[in-house]
């Protein structure tokens, strides 16, 4: 090691204003500077001073963005809030100057002109002089608490068949859709067809019997960089797609008689966000990666059952102040999807009964967090509750999230059993959504989020275990705006 690195470094964290760096480094890289640390580098600017590179870009651009997406936008977007510059590729001088220490690539955001990576100290130390960083942060490592998420795989008879008036045999699925009133919506006409619904999670068996026959619009695998969500059997590093097949079929499975989800002639978009590998399987590069793709190829809704509150041996873990739905990354993602017309539900975890137990990012301003209940409507002990550090009101609505019938990994794809989470209560509440925005596709995701508080069954009294209640989707798609929206609703 040159020497003056090796000063460097013993000196850093004491004397570091003592040093003209270019970049600003977050106080916990300060303290927690170690080898292989995950980062994300921030840049100051997207480089287009010349016609040539604004040309560039923008060509690029089309690409990225679809047509669904453009139109999505258009009809449910903010306006005010739709920067084309901010859905620019991150400028490939800059990434390269950054691969070219050496450093292991692991994702881009172009929502936060970033670039994440994992780098040692020496890396780090050479990145920070850079001219064109204009910060460094640490890449946060969790997920929400998987003790609770149990699964009960090869059962076959838990709950009497329920059949709705349009002769499909709900199986054991229709006690957690009578609840929140999906049967009567499917009755009426509405099973998501037409609506684009992402699910970001572990990954995806797509062979299972009740999913192999579902609308896929695309996938990506995000931890290995490859189009396949499925597991890899012969790669010993890819662990599993449990969760991600368990989430998938309780929001659009389909196999009558056996298995119905919430919206289940929906199109799909499918992205493994969640590494396996290390003791914190999720990490927010790959989620904040993963939801700008969902955006740019056209989702309406967005599912993911994911967290992020504790970390690496506890090193970095989020404090209560930063839960204000504007500051975690993945919140503030959140909040630019929603901008751009799609409705994000995510789990608000499984941090157990005390208050603020919340996970980002679902303290996000503008996303519908979900509480898990059992199916006799009992708050779940395991469901996370608010309220966030700005004081308001989480989770907005619950659904079941104990007993939920699902499918299984197991292999050869004819496997079912029961979950235990908000993992499984969301993806009711999206599938729930995506009917709602099939009934009305001009309704902004402001509107949906309305519509499925106001009418939710603690609506008159919201609080921070069950938030506005247990959703009614049939009357959330039977609801009348008033002239002037409800703002209490969002704040």
Known sequence: MKDWIRLFLALFGLFQASFAFSAEIHPD??????????????????????????AAAQAELRQWVTSRASVRRAIRG???????????????????????????????????????????????????????????????????????????????????????ASSINYGNSGPQLQQVNVIAAHNAGYDGM???IGLMDVGFYKHHESLVTRTLLNEWDFVFNDGDVERNMS??????????TATWSVAGGFKDGVLVGAAYNATFLLAKTEDLRSETPVEEDYWVAGL?????????????????????GGVGNHTYSQLDGK????????????????????????????AHTLSPPADALYIISCGAVSNDGVLADFSSRGPTYDGRIKPEVCSQGVGDWLATETRPGQSYGTGNGTSFSCPIIAGAAALVIQAHPYWTPQMVRE?????????????????????????????SFSAVADWNLFH
């Open 235 to 244: 790669d010993p590093n890819d662990y599993s797609d449990w969760h991600g």
């Open 78 to 164: 903010d306006a005010s809030s739709i920067s084309r510059e901010r859905d620019l590729r991150v400028e490939p001088i800059n990434m390269a100057e950054i691969l070219r220490t050496g450093v292991r690539y692991r994702a881009t955001s172009r929502w936060f002109n970033a670039i994440s990576v994992d780098a040692t100290k020496e890396q780090l130390v050479r990145i920070s002089l850079m001219p064109q960083v204009s910060r460094l942060e640490p890449v946060w490592k969790a997920g929400i608490r998987r003790d609770v998420e149990v699964i009960k795989a090869g059962i076959t008879s838990v709950f009497p068949a329920v059949r709705g």
């Open 327 to 354: 500051t975690v990354k993945t919140s503030v993602a959140a909040n630019i999807a929603a901008s751009l017309g799609v409705v994000v539900c995510n789990s608000i975890g499984n941090n157990g009964s005390g």
């Open 451 to 479: 519509t499925l508080m106001a009418t939710a069954s603690s609506n008159a009294a919201p609080d921070n275990n069950y938030g506005w209640g247990i959703i009614n989707v049939m009357a959330a798609i039977n609801y």
């Open 292 to 312: 700008e793709w969902m955006e740019a190829n056209g989702a309406d809704v967005v599912s993911s059952s994911l967290g992020y509150l504790y970390f690496d």
């Open 194 to 196: 037409g609506v684009v």
């Open 29 to 54: 890289l300060k303290t927690d500077f170690a080898d292989a640390t995950s980062v994300w580098v921030i840049f100051k600017d997207k480089h287009l001073e010349t016609d040539t590179a604004k």
